[in-house]
């Protein structure tokens, strides 16, 4: 049973940074790719970094060049460096994982919240 644990939330104000963690465990045989993403209330969930099978990332536009996604291989951690936070940045931020050939994850964290005040 994979198991994604989110931490590094907290409430920062604009221009600010914070660094958000996703501990993995429950892996079995294969390559796992993970990512990050979001949802701000009254909003739909979008994805805000990932990481696939050739390690190359892809980034939401809204967050290129303020954010940064990099992973621990030797302990499964994912984390995301949000540098310049901006209070639109406000969301509730989920860590997600599968096995790299599957789309959409079925693996979810239970979450990590993020404030930004402007």
């Known amino acids: 049973q994979v198991q994604l644990v989110e931490s590094g939330g907290g409430s920062v104000q604009a221009g600010g940074s914070l660094r958000l963690s996703c501990a993995a465990s429950?892996?079995?045989?294969?390559?796992?790719?993970m990512g990050w993403f979001r949802q701000a209330p009254g909003k739909e969930r979008e994805g805000v970094a990932r990481?696939?099978?050739?390690?190359?990332?892809k980034y939401a536009e809204s967050v290129m060049g303020r954010f940064t996604i990099s992973e621990d291989n030797t302990d499964n951690t994912l984390y995301l460096q949000m540098n310049n936070l901006k209070a639109e940045d406000t969301a509730m931020y989920y860590c997600?994982?599968?096995?790299?050939?599957?789309?959409?994850?079925?693996?979810w964290g239970q979450g990590t919240q993020v404030t930004v005040s402007s």
């Open positions: 990481f696939f099978a050739d390690h190359s990332t």
């Open positions: 997600a994982s599968d096995l790299c050939y599957r789309d959409p994850f079925r693996y």
């Open positions: 429950g892996y079995g045989a294969g390559r796992y790719c």
